[in-house]
């Protein structure tokens, strides 16, 4: 079975200055995908990023970065430029590439508190 | 274009009561996932629907739960007789596509049905 860990429960970061969020995972597949998920307060749920695991090119998107160590099963997200609406919960989640459907496994999250 | 709609946004409740969730997916969306996540825990993933047929309902905890997707648009999820331990934010996703992802079917969440079993 996958599981996703993230070791910081909450951190916090000066506006426009930059935070990096920390998760590692365990499996035994090769072929799989890796998200972000961030929550904002009383908000859904947004992707932010995805990782396809044979892709050794870092995902970007905008200020969101990923640092993927494949061999490492590591993880982190990049956030630079902080804004304070980078305010919210962060999961980090799991996906194995199958032709059907199969769920995400999700990390416990990181709190995310972007300081004025 | 609406989103992904739950209801209620907060319910509280006795131990021993009934409660019932409801999620609007997108309009179109075929596929609908119920996770759940407990105060401090992981979010768990409980079942997937593709239209009104249960694809997977490996992460439904016990028969105190249960869910329906009549017609393949919205979908409820039931707790009967909620214990202590139901208490937890309970989230809807829906996608498009067999795999989810951004481009191929990206997992969209609805805010949460926060559940408290006192």
């Known amino acids: 079975a996958q599981t996703v860990t993230q070791s910081q429960p909450e951190m916090s970061v000066q506006e426009a200055e930059t935070v990096t969020l920390s998760c590692t995972y365990d499996?035994?597949?090769?072929?799989?995908?890796l998200f972000w998920y961030k929550q904002p307060p009383s908000r859904q749920m947004i992707l932010v990023i995805r990782?396809?695991?044979?892709?050794?090119q870092n995902a970007t998107e905008n200020r969101f970065s990923v640092n993927f160590q494949k061999a490492a099963k590591s993880f982190s997200l990049k956030i630079s430029d902080s804004q304070l609406g980078d305010t919210a919960m962060y999961f980090c989640?799991?996906?194995?590439?199958?032709?059907?459907?199969?769920?995400?496994?999700f990390g416990k999250g990181t709190r995310l508190s972007v300081i004025a | 274009e609406a989103g992904v709609t739950q209801f209620p946004s907060h319910s509280v409740i006795e131990k021993g009561q009934t409660v019932t969730l409801r999620c609007d997916p997108i309009?179109?969306?075929?596929?609908l996932y119920w996770y759940r996540r407990v105060m401090g825990k992981e979010i768990k993933f409980l079942l997937h629907?593709?239209?009104?047929?249960?694809?997977?309902e490996s992460g439904m905890p016990n028969n105190r739960f249960l869910a329906e997707r009549t017609g393949g648009t919205y979908s409820t999820l039931k707790v009967q007789p909620a214990e202590l331990e139901d208490s937890g934010v309970y989230f809807c996703?829906?996608?498009?596509?067999?795999?989810?992802?951004?481009?191929?079917?990206?997992?969209?969440f609805g805010e949460g049905s926060r559940l408290t079993v006192l």
């Open positions: 990782q396809e695991a044979y892709k050794q």
């Open positions: 309009s179109g969306h075929d596929n």
């Open positions: 629907f593709v239209k009104e047929s249960k694809q997977d």
């Open positions: 499996t035994s597949e090769n072929n799989y995908y």
């Open positions: 989640a799991f996906m194995k590439l199958y032709s059907g459907n199969t769920p995400l496994v």
């Open positions: 996703a829906s996608s498009q596509h067999k795999l989810a992802g951004v481009g191929t079917g990206e997992l969209f």
